[in-house]
């Protein structure tokens, strides 16, 4: 079973930036899509970004131009580079790991992905003050 350990979440003003990680271990299936979804207050989870085993790359529109997703060692780490906060990017950052390679591409912007992930972190937390 795969454990998944997000850091580097914190407080920042507005236009700031934060680097999130996620560390994987366990084993992990050659085919997968790995990505950062998010949770406000109040509101439901909704992804952010994803990358895949073949190193595809897909973007939620509100964090595209500033949010960068990459992997390091292959599988085991995810970052999310995060530039220009906003108020809004405020919530709870997760990282999850889908053992369908493709899916992700297609469903991410229409929030049918937020159901599939097979394996979840635990969150860390980002405050963006204006």
């Known amino acids: 079973q795969v454990q998944a350990v997000e850091t580097g979440g914190g407080l920042v003003e507005a236009g700031g930036s934060l680097r999130l990680s996620c560390t994987a271990s366990?084993?992990?299936?050659?085919?997968?899509?790995m990505g950062w979804f998010r949770q406000a207050p109040g509101k439901e989870r909704e992804a952010v970004a994803a990358?895949?085993?073949?190193?595809?790359?897909v973007y939620a529109d509100p964090v595209k131009g500033r949010f960068t997703i990459s992997q390091f060692d292959a599988k085991n780490t995810l970052y999310l580079q995060m530039n220009n906060l906003q108020n809004e990017d405020t919530g709870m950052y997760y990282c999850?790991?889908?053992?369908?390679?493709?899916?992700?591409?297609?469903?991410?912007?229409?929030?049918?992905?937020?159901?599939?992930?097979?394996?979840w972190g635990q969150g860390t937390l980002v405050t963006v003050s204006s």
């Open positions: 999850a790991a889908d053992w369908e390679r493709d899916y992700c591409l297609d469903h991410l912007r229409d929030g049918l992905w937020v159901g599939r992930p097979d394996a």
């Open positions: 366990g084993y992990i299936y050659s085919n997968y899509c």
């Open positions: 990358i895949n085993s073949d190193s595809k790359i």
